[in-house]
């Protein structure tokens, strides 16, 4: 398992004091945001603005990696798509550092501990209310954009989502850091369904494009001008209906209605060949998949027990069988 974080030591004071390296004066208030894999804090400064600072967890990304996001989103800015990107930053004290052209990722060490970090503006929003047809419109038009960008260049230092990145890796991860005595026919059926979805990545001709890569709704927020995307953490090189199927769902009816209405949308700025479909579940498969190999690897940082605290008891790897068992037959149907 990984080794502990040194998270418990950012504390307030420390937030502060790296906002202050990058001449970013804050006046005391702070509100920590929802994240389980980076600490993420919403922060006011003296002139009344608000920021968004990032603090990436050590270890999972390189410099390279996170560079690549960042220069990503400036990307889809610089073109008119509604991202939120990092900001340039600037040293106002000695010892600090940054990573990229554009000088946005900030290295800080402060009492022994190293700090990366990224600050960008703070952008407030609502959900999307998907089960309008004129909202799906206009999440497959902001898409079709940002796609467009993603086509322009590729990633050479982040993931390529494929089953053996996250499926058969993430397998190997879970089996090496779970219990085996609680697992149950999770590794055979896993296995199975596995297997099943390789078939259908080989079987598919979807071309490879740069994509925001976790595009849930809760990644999404909605304002009376529309949406921006927020959290580019997980960008990958994959096939473009990965930043769709998230967005639908319900039975096969209704996800027929929901994704035509999307693709209506969509394919004002890119084409779109419906074969792709074929991944959805396939792509499902994978993120339970890979999800239960992430709480694995991080359950030696306390906010994992606290957030999941089932995770490893025989009844999850029960149910986790069964939904993968789910999926071979939505897969076989």
């Not at 940054?98 to 022994?112: K, Q, R, V």
Request: net charge negative.
């Amino acid at each position: 398992m990984q080794a502990p974080l040194s998270y418990a030591a950012l504390d307030p004071l420390v937030v502060l004091q790296a906002l202050d390296a990058v001449g970013l004066h804050g006046d005391g208030r702070l509100l920590q945001l929802n994240s389980y894999e980076n600490r993420v804090f919403q922060a006011y400064l003296d002139d009344g603005s608000a920021v968004v600072v990032k603090f990436y967890r050590p270890a999972r990304w390189s410099d390279e990696q996170i560079v690549e996001e960042h220069d990503f989103a400036r990307e889809i800015a610089d073109a008119g798509v509604p991202v939120v990107a990092p900001r340039t930053l600037h040293a106002a004290q000695p010892g600090i550092s940054f990573s990229g052209a554009a000088a946005t990722l900030a290295h800080w060490t402060h009492e022994g501990e190293a700090w990366r970090y990224a600050v960008s503006d703070r952008h407030g929003g609502r959900a999307p209310e998907l089960e309008d047809p004129a909202v799906l419109q206009w999440l497959g038009r902001f898409l079709g954009r940002l796609h467009a960008v993603g086509r322009q260049g590729r990633f050479v230092h982040r993931r390529t989502l494929d089953v053996a990145t996250f499926g058969w890796r993430a397998r190997e991860r879970v089996l090496r850091d779970a219990d085996p005595d609680t697992l149950g026919a999770w590794p055979s059926v896993c296995e199975t369904a596995l297997g099943l979805a390789e078939q259908t990545f080989a079987a598919t001709a979807a071309p490879q494009r740069r994509l925001h890569g976790d595009c849930h709704p809760g990644n999404i927020l909605w304002r009376d001008e529309g949406p921006h995307v927020v959290d580019l953490d997980d960008a990958v090189t994959g096939p473009p209906v990965q930043d769709l199927w998230m967005l639908v769902s319900g039975d096969r009816d209704t996800l027929a209605r929901q994704l035509d209405a999307l693709l209506a949308g969509y394919r004002l700025f890119m084409p779109f060949d419906e074969r792709q479909l074929a991944l959805i579940e396939p792509l499902r498969t994978l993120r339970m998949v890979h999800h239960s190999a992430w709480i694995a690897e991080r359950w030696s940082d306390p906010a994992f027990p606290a957030a999941f605290p089932w995770f490893g008891t025989p009844a999850y790897w029960q149910q986790q069988t069964m939904q993968l068992r789910e999926q071979i037959e939505l897969m076989t149907s």
